[in-house]
């Protein structure tokens, strides 16, 4: 896969009219409707600035949420124009459709300097469908394509791939820094590269683990997917969480980590409870002991000395997934241990979007890391070494 993308700074914008894929998927409040985080809308304000400074105007487009081609009046993308405004300070034209003649009217009347956000372009069925006439539609709307959206980059959808197939594509700002960062830290990373991966399922992160252990120095197994790893081993987890269809997988991969002489860590204790609720009595096991009325919710003490340890002699650190139930106090040390130990290295230290980035926010810890990504999904299959389809259309450099 070829990073080396030309980004939204390689083009002279002058006067153009710029259509920027946005991830304006912002998290909305089930009873109010409204948005419960802006972040994602921030996260894309340099690249609206820098191309409105450069004399060109802005066609702003995203999906939200999962209307499956129905107009949905509360996953309407209106709301998001207003915060956008207010976070510009200028204002944003609103059209209501996303192809239709409200977009194409305002589009064609849009000067330089100004913003125009068209509706959530999945209320057309045809965007997931990655459909040529709809891309061909959207991009008649600009003169040039623009992605920042990192979140969908691993969708082929029309907005994300089929339209650069009708206008020259490029990486917008904040887009360039995932492909910078991410993309050097698996092809030239500062080494040792020390990767660690938890959460719960260890069925989204197959490939994931396989392409990490042929890239990686060290890789740590935390959370719950470490422990269908240690009864792979042969070890007792009592009712701790595993996938019984990945035994074999999990000791494929402990072959090929011995093979290619990567470190492989999984934990050697375990903070375990019977129950998993705010009150629980928790108490600490070999992670390989753990007694059958009991499972593992954390890693242990022991454990997050030596991951924390492995972290500190690193040059480059990617995380990926939480090293326990981080959601009760109770199981969330573990996890606080390493997001501790990485704002405390010297070296590049990367985390992957979801759940590891909002402990990583929650602990005040979010601007003392080198990046953190933005798309979750997108950043699995970022570090899987796959081809991404809205990453491929765009110009090489
Ligand atoms: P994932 O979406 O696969 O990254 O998993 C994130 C979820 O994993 C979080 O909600 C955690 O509560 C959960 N998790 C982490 N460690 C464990 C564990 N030992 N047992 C059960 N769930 C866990």
Redesign the pocket.
């Known amino acids: 896969m070829n990073y080396n993308k030309r980004s939204v700074t390689d083009v002279d914008l002058h006067g153009k009219r710029v259509l920027l894929r946005c991830d304006f998927n912002v998290p909305l409040d089930p009873e109010t409707g409204r948005i419960t985080s802006d972040t994602r809308i921030r996260a894309t304000l340099p690249t609206i600035e820098y191309i409105l400074e450069q004399g060109a105007s802005v066609v702003a487009c995203s999906h939200l949420g999962k209307p499956k081609g129905v107009v949905k009046p509360e996953l309407s993308l209106e709301p998001v124009a207003v915060r956008l405004s207010a976070l510009l300070e200028r204002p944003v034209i609103f059209a209501k459709d996303a192809v239709g003649p409200d977009a194409q009217a305002k589009a064609a009347a849009l000067k330089p300097g100004e913003v125009l956000l068209l509706e959530n372009l999945r209320f057309d069925i045809r965007e997931e469908k990655n459909d040529p006439e709809f891309a061909r539609e959207l991009a008649y709307l600009g003169d040039v394509f623009v992605d920042d959206a990192f979140g969908t980059v691993h969708r082929a959808h029309a907005s994300t791939a089929g339209v650069a197939a009708y206008l020259p594509a490029y990486a917008g700002l904040l887009l360039e820094k995932e492909l910078s960062v991410m993309g050097k830290a698996l092809d030239v990373p500062s080494r040792p590269l020390v990767s660690i991966l938890?959460?719960?399922?260890i069925s989204?992160k197959l490939g994931v683990i396989s392409n990490l252990l042929d890239k990686a120095d060290t890789l740590l197994i935390g959370?719950?997917m470490a422990f269908t790893f240690i009864k792979a081993l042969g070890g007792s987890v009592g009712r701790?969480?595993i996938d019984e269809s990945k035994i074999d997988y999990c000791m494929d991969m402990i072959k090929k980590a011995l093979t290619k002489g990567t470190r492989f860590l999984l934990p050697i204790d375990a903070v375990a409870a019977k129950e998993i609720s705010a009150d629980a009595e928790w108490k600490i096991f070999p992670a390989d002991r753990i007694p059958d009325d009991y499972?593992?919710?954390?890693i242990g003490p022991e454990t997050r000395r030596l991951f924390a340890e492995a972290v500190s002699g690193a040059g480059t650190v990617i995380w990926n997934?939480?090293m326990?139930?981080?959601?009760y106090p109770a199981f969330a040390e573990g996890t606080a241990a390493v997001a501790k130990a990485m704002v405390e290295t010297e070296a590049v230290t990367i985390v992957g979007g979801?759940?590891s980035a909002s402990a990583l926010e929650h602990l005040g810890f979010a601007s003392r890391v080198t990046h953190v990504s933005t798309g979750g999904g997108a950043s699995l299959e970022f570090m899987e070494g796959k081809e991404l389809p809205g990453i491929a259309c765009l110009l090489d450099r």
């Open positions: 938890g959460g719960a399922k989204d959370g719950g701790s969480l499972m593992g919710l954390d997934g939480p326990g139930v981080f959601e979801g759940d």
